[in-house]
């Protein structure tokens, strides 16, 4: 399984501003993936990013709000843009497995907006 | 919009007793998947079942993918302090089978 890092691993922000955050795979791999979860809920699927070409976004998110760079095989961004306390929760970025249907997850990045 | 509820949303047992989450929905799944995460991590992956009707064992967990693929449960027995965590269940979307669909989540407490 690829193991996945995070930075940083949490932040407080101010409203109004943006926050980058970055997630390294130590493999190359097609598929990144990158969800927000409230503290102690379900996850919920922003977009997916594939190197190459541009992010898909899921309904409800947008990539003015969250826009997302995949420059390589191994690496990936995702911007938190004009930020509100609604922004406020965990970012995680995951990645396809060798099989069909399995993902692997970084350890999150707990964004909180005041 | 396919969506996957779990039952029960939260759950705290004694050390050595048994439980089922399930996780249910109204939508057909390619696979459906169970994840359980602790504090401060991401989801760690637990079993993949791909087969309707399938029964798969771990160790003292028992997965089972119901047999029309729109349903899965999760049996424990002899629960230990280890067990506890957040546990979700995860569908395949048919067509876009590397997307998942995670359910509502399954907070797990075990005490000594």
């Known amino acids: 399984s690829a193991v996945i890092s995070q930075k940083p691993s949490r932040d407080i922000c101010q409203r109004g501003t943006s926050l980058t955050i970055q997630c390294q795979v130590d493999s190359q791999v097609t598929m990144m993936f990158w969800y927000r979860q409230q503290p102690g809920q379900s996850l919920t699927l922003i977009a997916t990013?594939?190197?190459?070409?541009?992010?898909?976004?899921e309904s409800g998110f947008v990539i003015d709000k969250f826009p997302i760079s995949r420059p390589n095989l191994t690496f990936s961004t995702l911007t938190v843009s004009n930020m509100s306390p609604e922004d406020s929760s965990i970012y995680l970025c995951?990645?396809?497995?060798?099989?069909?249907?399995?993902?692997?997850f970084g350890p999150g990045t707990r964004l909180t907006v005041t | 919009t396919q969506l996957l509820e779990q039952s029960p949303q939260f759950l705290s047992i004694q050390e050595g007793e048994n439980l089922t989450v399930y996780c249910n929905s109204s939508?057909?799944?390619?696979?459906l998947q169970w994840y359980r995460q602790e504090p401060g991590e991401g989801p760690v992956l637990l079993v993949t079942?791909?087969?309707?009707?399938e029964v798969k064992k771990l160790k003292r967990l028992t997965f089972q993918f119901g047999d029309a693929r729109k349903d899965s449960s999760l049996h424990i027995t002899a629960a230990q302090p280890g067990d506890t965590g957040l546990y979700l269940c995860?569908?395949?979307?048919?067509?876009?089978?590397?997307?998942?669909?995670f359910g509502t989540g399954t907070r797990l407490q075990v005490t000594l």
């Open positions: 995860a569908g395949g979307r048919y067509g876009t089978a590397s997307k998942l669909t």
């Open positions: 990013a594939n190197q190459g070409s541009e992010a898909t976004y």
């Open positions: 939508s057909v799944f390619s696979s």
């Open positions: 995951s990645t396809k497995g060798q099989g069909n249907y399995e993902q692997y």
């Open positions: 079942v791909v087969t309707g009707g």
